[in-house]
């Protein structure tokens, strides 16, 4: 099998995607249920869970079958899912982001080959598939993308004498020492999750190294460069400055206290995330969000052969067991149904991936725009680490950065777990 880093160059505007899945065994419909067809998806907040169970609903009605949907936060999909995955027994429709993860999964024989059994695959931006296809062939069928940034609070910025958002590490680290100053917590982050923390070393090395020397590490399973070592070092130099609220360290993303929660309160001036952040906080919170959000690319690094116009980023999608039965695919192109769709993206505040994307939306909300913008200007995307590289490096990446926030690791710990990872992983 193909190394699973992938990594789409040219990424046009209001489509693209890249993203995650799980783990491996067999396969099964989730043997817990005795519905026609069973779905596991993390929309596990209104609007879109009240959606997609009416989309399962409308479904059922017409077709004369049973869904049993269930909903389940981020986190803790990821750890049910790879349970079922151990276990051989699988839902029939069950999210993915693609990746690594995902290549896994075909590998085990989980996933069932796509490709040309979707009646709907003309109404998706090429682009958008590439995440979800392996050797050639297609196992994942995209409804959303977008890219990681910072999304801030420009009041609060404002506030802190901010006149811009900084283009360098040094304007950044200039800027949480700022904020500070004005007794504003700098940034939101759910070390409790782990994957939000991923972002910054896995941007810090995009900007060191670039996006061809984070490729060339992936190949060789050696990310001994100085360019990594220099990325934790700065990840740790962050964390030094103290800019995370109280707590951090047991927060979690989704919840009433978490990240997306106090971002949406006002109680933190930014967040690093993707494009679903405006949503979450408004989820979360219980509020309509900061009045005046603002999104900015993660800064250069002086010295750094990375630029702004090189994205971290991931989207949705759902993939299907390999045993599932045929109206899973009709389920999945039910999705795709232009009155569906255009619900659902309005709703949730999705970036469509539709081949002609103002069908479906001719005009997309403010904050869906400024990621439809940054992908029509991106020169290079990154799936997330945790997601493009096999489970067992990605977990470490997540959790060696957790060490690196809490001191725990230094930045040589970090590379050496890493390449132990890979030499592990064979």
Same mark, same amino acid.
């Given at each position: 099998?193909?190394?699973?880093?992938?990594?789409?160059?040219? +990424?046009?505007?209001?489509?693209?995607?890249?993203?995650?899945?799980? !783990?491996?065994?067999?396969?099964?419909?989730?043997?817990?249920?005795?519905?026609?067809? !069973?779905?596991?998806?993390?929309?596990?907040?209104?609007?879109?869970?009240?959606?997609?169970?009416?989309?399962?609903?409308?479904?059922?009605?017409?077709?004369?079958?049973?869904?049993?949907?269930?909903?389940?936060?981020?986190?803790?999909?990821?750890?049910?899912?790879?349970?079922?995955?151990?276990?051989?027994?699988?839902?029939?429709?069950?999210?993915?982001?693609?990746?690594?993860?995902?290549?896994?999964?075909?590998?085990?024989?989980?996933?069932?080959?796509?490709?040309?059994?979707?009646?709907?695959?003309?109404?998706?931006?090429?682009?958008?598939?590439?995440?979800?296809?392996?050797?050639?062939?297609?196992?994942?069928?995209?409804?959303?993308?977008?890219?990681?940034?910072?999304?801030?609070?420009?009041?609060?910025?404002?506030?802190?004498?901010?006149?811009?958002?900084?283009?360098?590490? !040094?304007?950044?680290?200039?800027?949480?020492?700022?904020?500070?100053?004005?007794?504003?917590?700098?940034?939101?982050?759910?070390?409790?999750?782990?994957?939000?923390?991923?972002?910054?070393?896995?941007? +810090?090395?995009?900007?060191?190294?670039?996006?061809?020397?984070?490729?060339?590490?992936?190949?060789?399973?050696?990310?001994?460069?100085?360019?990594?070592?220099?990325?934790?070092?700065?990840?740790?130099?962050?964390?030094?400055?103290?800019?995370?609220?109280?707590?951090?360290?047991?927060?979690?993303?989704?919840?009433?206290?978490?990240?997306?929660?106090?971002?949406?309160?006002?109680?933190?001036?930014?967040?690093?995330?993707?494009?679903?952040?405006?949503?979450?906080?408004?989820?979360?919170?219980?509020?309509?969000?900061?009045?005046?959000?603002?999104?900015?690319?993660?800064?250069?690094?002086?010295?750094?052969?990375?630029?702004? !116009?090189?994205?971290?980023?991931?989207?949705?999608?759902?993939?299907?067991?390999?045993?599932?039965?045929?109206?899973?695919?009709?389920?999945?192109?039910?999705?795709?149904?232009?009155?569906?769709?255009?619900?659902?993206?309005?709703?949730?505040?999705?970036?469509?991936?539709?081949?002609?994307?103002?069908?479906?939306?001719?005009?997309?909300?403010?904050?869906?725009?400024?990621?439809?913008?940054?992908?029509?200007?991106?020169?290079?995307?990154?799936?997330? +680490?945790?997601?493009?590289?096999?489970?067992?490096?990605?977990?470490?990446?997540?959790?060696?950065?957790?060490?690196?926030?809490?001191?725990?690791?230094?930045?040589?710990?970090?590379?050496?777990?890493?390449?132990?990872?890979?030499?592990?992983?064979?």
């Amino acid at each position: 099998m193909r190394n699973p880093l992938i990594r789409p160059r040219a +990424l046009v505007a209001a489509g693209a995607a890249v993203a995650l899945a799980l !783990t491996a065994a067999a396969c099964g419909d989730s043997g817990e249920s005795d519905a026609d067809l !069973t779905w596991w998806h993390i929309q596990n907040q209104d609007p879109l869970m009240s959606t997609w169970q009416e989309f399962a609903d409308d479904f059922e009605a017409e077709h004369d079958l049973t869904i049993d949907v269930q909903p389940i936060e981020n986190q803790a999909f990821k750890d049910r899912m790879g349970t079922a995955a151990q276990s051989g027994d699988v839902p029939d429709i069950f999210h993915t982001w693609g990746g690594g993860v995902l290549a896994e999964q075909v590998e085990a024989g989980l996933v069932q080959d796509l490709t040309g059994k979707l009646d709907c695959i003309d109404q998706i931006n090429p682009i958008a598939l590439e995440p979800y296809t392996i050797d050639g062939k297609l196992y994942g069928m995209p409804f959303d993308a977008g890219v990681v940034g910072f999304w801030y609070n420009m009041d609060l910025f404002a506030q802190a004498g901010i006149d811009q958002p900084p283009a360098t590490w !040094t304007e950044f680290l200039s800027a949480v020492e700022a904020l500070k100053a004005a007794d504003i917590t700098p940034i939101a982050l759910a070390g409790a999750d782990k994957w939000p923390g991923h972002y910054y070393w896995t941007y +810090l090395a995009m900007r060191t190294v670039g996006l061809d020397g984070l490729e060339s590490a992936a190949a060789a399973g050696d990310f001994s460069a100085e360019g990594f070592v220099q990325a934790g070092q700065m990840v740790a130099d962050l964390a030094a400055l103290e800019p995370f609220q109280p707590g951090f360290e047991s927060a979690v993303y989704g919840e009433a206290d978490g990240q997306s929660a106090i971002m949406g309160e006002g109680l933190a001036a930014m967040e690093l995330m993707g494009q679903w952040a405006p949503q979450a906080q408004r989820d979360n919170s219980g509020t309509d969000g900061p009045e005046n959000l603002g999104f900015f690319p993660f800064p250069t690094v002086e010295g750094g052969v990375g630029t702004t !116009t090189e994205w971290l980023g991931g989207g949705n999608g759902y993939a299907v067991a390999a045993d599932a039965p045929d109206e899973a695919l009709d389920f999945l192109c039910n999705f795709m149904e232009p009155e569906n769709y255009s619900r659902a993206i309005t709703e949730g505040n999705l970036t469509p991936v539709a081949a002609d994307p103002a069908s479906v939306a001719p005009e997309l909300n403010e904050d869906s725009q400024k990621v439809v913008d940054a992908l029509a200007g991106a020169t290079g995307t990154q799936l997330y +680490l945790d997601q493009a590289y096999p489970p067992a490096i990605g977990g470490v990446i997540n959790d060696a950065t957790e060490g690196l926030l809490l001191g725990q690791l230094t930045p040589e710990d970090f590379v050496a777990m890493v390449n132990e990872a890979w030499a592990a992983e064979g």
